[in-house]
Every structure is written in C-alpha cells, then in structure tokens.
C-alpha cells in the first residue's frame, strides 16, 4: 500500500471509533476484529456504522492504523533530521518529496536525482527553502526539509526494499508481515540479500 505522509494523516484522522485497520478495497474501507469464543470476526465501517464482513481480515490487504501511526511518525522524525543538517554551497543532494508537497511537472522529474545545493533562504512566512542545480542545469526552489545526503536516500531505498522482500516472504510462507518487530540482524539479512542479488519468486530482489 503506496501512501504519502498526507494520506496517512487523513486516514488517521478519519478514523471511525473503534477502528483498528484500513484497507484500498471499496475505495477505502475501515475495520476492526471482534473475538468471540475464540473466533476472530471481521467488521467494516459503513455509512451506517459497523457491519460484520464474511471475508477473513487477510483478504483485505489491510494495514494495522498502529503501524500507520509509527510510519508517520517515522517520516516526521526524518524530515526533521533532514532539516537540520547544514548545507554549504556545492554539496551534492537529492530532493525527495515524501510529504506530498505540490510541486511543477519539471521539478518532479528530477526528484530522486543527483542534485548541487547552492544556498537557502527563509520565506515571509519563516519556512526555510533552498536553492537547488540539477544535472540538467536547471535550477528549482524547494522546502530545506525535502533535501537528502545521497547516502540518506541510498539508505532509504534498501530498507524499502529489504522491507517487501521480508514481505514477499512472509506472504510466500503466510507469515505475519511486520518489519518493526523484526530483529535488526534479520533485517541487515534482508538488507544484504538485496545487495546480493537474491532470488525471491522467480525475480531477482535488487
């Protein structure tokens, strides 16, 4: 489940009593479980409260609103870590816009890309922005919060994908997925089997 930060906080904020999970199904599904002589139901928030369902919470494809709140909380201690980093002029970066910011056709492209800070400066309404060249030689204003070290961002992308390789086998064997609650020596495995090239299903991890 691709979420920005924002969608996040909306779902989050959304959230009817009660509700334990969120699910993309019927444009956006809310649910919680209720145990009953040790059997697990499953019941979906409708316009007219809650409902019980007929599916088993796995074929939702939902997520834990607890895990929602960790990873928002996550991004937010990220982008304050980014925020105080100080840049000096010529130092390489990368832009990355992992709270949804609105931005034009053109910067979007070079999100991700080898960039060059070249200075910042605070707005009327206080916000710190930067001034970034891109390979391109195009230069765009950005939020200071949205630049990135390259090693930040290289960092970023292989917990991302040691994240859904540890998921693509967790779904393999049915195994509770749950990256947070993995030990960190199993999760430098997964991380060193992306550098490695593994095969997971037939496709290569990298």
């Known amino acids: 489940m691709n979420l ?8 989050l904020n959304d959230a009817p009593m009660g509700a334990e999970y969120y699910s ?4 956006g ?6 145990m009953a002589i040790a059997v697990s139901f499953v019941f979906a928030y409708r316009p007219d409260g809650w ?9 939702w494809g ?3 609103l607890d895990d929602l709140q960790k990873e928002v909380d996550e991004e937010d201690m990220e982008i304050a870590e980014s925020a105080k980093i100080e840049w ?4 390489e970066c990368v832009v990355v816009n992992d709270a949804d910011y609105t931005l034009c056709s053109e910067s979007n492209e070079n999100l991700g890309k080898p960039s060059k800070f070249l200075f910042s400066f605070k707005n009327s309404m206080g916000v710190k922005l930067s001034v970034v060249e891109h390979s391109n030689n195009a230069c765009f204003c950005y939020r200071t919060d949205m630049l990135q070290k390259p ?3 290289a960092t970023k992308e292989l ?11 967790c779904d393999a064997f049915g195994y509770v997925f749950d990256w947070r609650a993995l030990p960190e020596e199993k999760k430098q495995g997964y991380r060193n089997m992306i550098k490695t090239g593994v095969v997971v299903n037939g496709k290569t991890a990298k």
Not at 24 to 27: D, Q
Not at 159 to 169: F, I, P
């Open 29 to 34: 599904t809310y649910l919680m479980r209720s």
């Open 151 to 153: 090693e930040q961002e």
């Open 62 to 64: 939902a997520i834990s």
């Open 24 to 27: 993309e199904v019927g444009g």
């Open 4 to 11: 920005t930060n924002e969608q996040k906080r909306k779902i």
């Open 159 to 169: 917990n991302e994908k040691a994240a859904e390789l540890c998921k693509a086998r």
């Open 51 to 59: 409902k019980q369902a007929l599916d088993k919470l796995s074929d």
């Open 88 to 91: 000096q002029n010529g130092d």
